[in-house]
């Protein structure tokens, strides 16, 4: 086996024997130091430009390796490391993942957190359902008031006032604070 010739990309894998055991190691080489390495398209790395790098910043990453250039981090979408090559867990967004959703049905966007079905869980609210409901609402999408209540004080999930032991005038007087008929 000749081990001249590093002007094309080599692949070999080769039999050793280490410490009276058979291993595998696999040399690879990109070209020798007179020779570069033959240029991928912007977002793609490997052998054969094959992989992709579409989580990094620009998506540009080392032609070699795939490492991101860009020390920045990652597109938003992708969790934060070297190669931004995993996307947002289900339910999260945004920059390195840091954001949830709360989205009704099915998860949000992992980009931008919109929610494709459009409603919000119990006690959320916005584009994403990443708000929480304001006072005085609860409810899917913040939807339904708790004017009974003193203050407009109420669990955001449930309507259940947060002082039981006062509803304004003419509301019943009760955990919600229900109006009297």
């Known amino acids: 086996m000749s081990y001249k010739g590093y002007s094309e990309i080599v692949r070999t894998i080769l039999l050793l024997f280490i410490n009276k055991s058979l291993r595998f190691l696999t040399l690879m080489s990109y070209g020798d130091a007179g020779r570069a390495i033959p240029k991928c398209d912007k977002g793609k790395f490997g052998?054969?430009?094959?992989?992709?790098?579409?989580?990094?910043?620009?998506?540009?990453?080392?032609?070699?390796?795939?490492?991101?250039?860009?020390?920045?981090?990652c597109k938003p979408g992708y969790e934060y490391g070297p190669y931004c090559n995993m996307t947002c867990m289900d339910w999260h967004f945004g920059t390195n993942c840091t954001k949830m959703c709360y989205c009704l049905n099915n998860p949000c966007e992992k980009t931008s957190g919109i929610c494709?079905?459009?409603?919000?869980?119990?006690?959320?609210?916005?584009?994403?359902?990443?708000?929480?409901?304001?006072?005085?609402?609860?409810?899917?999408?913040?939807?339904?008031?708790?004017?009974?209540?003193?203050?407009?004080?109420?669990?955001?999930?449930?309507?259940?006032?947060?002082?039981?032991?006062?509803?304004?005038?003419?509301?019943?007087?009760?955990?919600y604070c229900n109006k009297s008929e």
């Open 47 to 73: 052998l054969y430009c094959t992989e992709s790098c579409d989580g990094c910043i620009e998506s540009i990453c080392n032609r070699c390796d795939g490492v991101c250039i860009d020390s920045s981090g």
């Open 116 to 175: 494709s079905d459009g409603g919000c869980n119990k006690g959320w609210h916005g584009q994403s359902c990443d708000e929480e409901c304001s006072k005085g609402t609860f409810g899917l999408d913040c939807s339904e008031s708790c004017d009974g209540c003193i203050e407009s004080a109420c669990d955001r999930f449930n309507g259940e006032c947060v002082d039981s032991s006062g509803c304004k005038s003419g509301y019943e007087h009760g955990p």
